[in-house]
């Protein structure tokens, strides 16, 4: 999909309210396990769904980022750690939110915390680390406009 079609559909990648991203989810079928309930890795692929929207309506583009440049290094984040907690089940055909916000930017590392909700009701929180590092596994330094970005 181009930006110029992401642009016309704004609602794809959630929205941006007072420094907190978030991005609707609806629980599939396909989300679910047997017993009906989400499935534990559902609420993983949610929250890099979260996370990934959250940096591109900063302006980051994971493309961007692999792609080379004169002056710039190919490069990715990556998962460094993750803890979650599962709090409360969800089930199919409800409606949950995904909530991104920084908690904190280091020189090459972000940490963001992720709540995943039904409504009011607190299902899943996650606190992932994500390491900026080049294609060869070198951690690099966050450039200035993503911690600018991520402070506005």
Known sequence: MTRQVERDWPDLAGRIEDGRHILPVRVYFEDTDFS???YHT???RWC????SDFLRLLGVHHSDLISTGED???AAFVVRRLEIDY???ARIDEVLEIVTECA???RAHLLLAQDIRRGETLLCRVSVKVVLVSLAGKPQRLPEAIVARLKQ
């Open 36 to 38: 009906g309930f989400v």
């Open 72 to 74: 710039t290094v190919s």
């Open 42 to 44: 559902s609420y993983l």
């Open 48 to 51: 890099e769904r979260g996370r």
């Open 104 to 106: 904190d930017a280091g």
């Open 87 to 89: 709090l409360r089940p």
